[in-house]
């Protein structure tokens, strides 16, 4: 299956060099698109490497002049998978903003492709009316949401707001392609 992979600003996003890797390993055609925020955690280079596919930054990049970037991720994927998914990207696809590429690609593949966002933050942002706001109105259009864990977080709290586990998630997305 085409997996568009989506990872966001968090400091999960080193596990999404894992989530790459696991997904390539089950045979599946992971391809890549790293926000600006994600970026600053990962390099482009360690996924294409475990994905063996370009991995896309920036919504502008020149491509094949017949390509619309984000169109063609959208619709060449089975399943959107958001890990993690930050408080901006949650944020800006319940508001309709697409103004970065995989908030872009979200928007296209919507209406066809289901999508999973996996939350990544911290507890009080988590918490957060809005988010828990957008999170539910998300949920009631459609998208599903693998649940963040308690854990200590990088800011030296501990509650609700870590990645699920990579098992977890990677399972989720299995028995998804198995409905």
Same mark, same amino acid.
């Given at each position: 299956?085409?997996?568009? %992979?989506?990872?966001?600003?968090?400091?999960? #996003?080193?596990?999404?060099?894992?989530?790459?890797?696991?997904?390539?390993?089950?045979?599946?055609?992971?391809?890549?698109?790293?926000? +600006?925020?994600?970026?600053? !955690?990962?390099?482009? =280079? #360690?996924?294409?490497? *475990?994905?063996?596919?370009?991995?896309?930054?920036?919504? !502008?990049?020149?491509?094949?002049?017949? +390509?619309?970037?984000?169109?063609?991720?959208?619709?060449? #994927?089975? =399943?959107? %998978?958001?890990?993690?998914?930050?408080?901006?990207?949650?944020?800006?696809?319940?508001?309709?903003?697409?103004? /970065?590429? =995989?908030?872009?690609?979200?928007?296209?593949?919507?209406?066809?492709?289901?999508?999973?966002?996996?939350?990544?933050?911290?507890?009080?942002?988590? +918490?957060?009316?809005?988010?828990?706001?957008?999170?539910?109105? *998300?949920?009631? *259009?459609?998208?599903? !949401?693998?649940?963040?864990?308690?854990? =200590?977080?990088?800011?030296?709290?501990?509650?609700?707001?870590?990645?699920? /586990?990579?098992?977890?998630?990677?399972?989720?997305?299995?028995?998804? !392609?198995?409905?």
């Amino acid at each position: 299956m085409n997996i568009l %992979l989506g990872i966001t600003g968090s400091i999960s #996003a080193y596990k999404g060099v894992d989530i790459t890797s696991r997904l390539t390993k089950h045979g599946h055609d992971v391809h890549i698109i790293l926000t +600006e925020g994600g970026s600053r !955690f990962i390099t482009p =280079l #360690a996924l294409q490497t *475990l994905s063996k596919n370009k991995v896309h930054t920036d919504f !502008f990049e020149e491509g094949l002049p017949k +390509e619309v970037k984000h169109i063609d991720l959208a619709q060449n #994927a089975d =399943l959107v %998978l958001i890990a993690p998914a930050s408080a901006n990207i949650i944020g800006k696809i319940s508001a309709g903003i697409a103004d /970065d590429l =995989l908030s872009a690609a979200v928007m296209a593949a919507a209406t066809t492709t289901p999508i999973y966002l996996a939350p990544a933050m911290n507890t009080n942002m988590y +918490e957060n009316p809005i988010v828990q706001k957008n999170i539910e109105f *998300l949920r009631a *259009l459609g998208y599903r !949401f693998i649940e963040p864990k308690e854990s =200590l977080l990088a800011c030296g709290v501990t509650g609700r707001g870590a990645l699920a /586990d990579v098992d977890e998630i990677v399972e989720i997305i299995e028995g998804s !392609f198995k409905e």
